[in-house]
């Protein structure tokens, strides 16, 4: 257990989270090739669409995780 700024006592991050967000970022780069090599869309296009999505997942784990803290 780890002390974070205030005093209280912060769990260190699981190896299932640092494993889900691996493989998150495994299917973000997976979803730039898909749009870069196979719809040809270009790399820029590539780059947005996948920066995009991969800030998409995060906010929806930063939800998740701000629910189960309010309300779990």
């Known amino acids: 257990m780890g002390i974070d ?3 209280r006592a912060v769990a260190p991050v699981s190896r299932v989270t640092v ?3 691996a493989l998150l970022g495994v ?3 997976g979803w730039f090739l898909y749009g870069w090599l196979v719809q040809r869309q270009g790399f820029v296009a590539s ?3 996948s920066a995009g999505t991969g800030f ?3 906010l929806f784990v930063s939800i998740v995780g701000s629910l189960r803290r309010a309300f779990g």
């Open 27 to 29: 299917l973000v780069f």
């Open 47 to 49: 780059v947005g669409e």
């Open 19 to 21: 494993a889900a967000y």
């Open 5 to 7: 700024e205030s005093g």
């Open 56 to 58: 998409a997942a995060l």
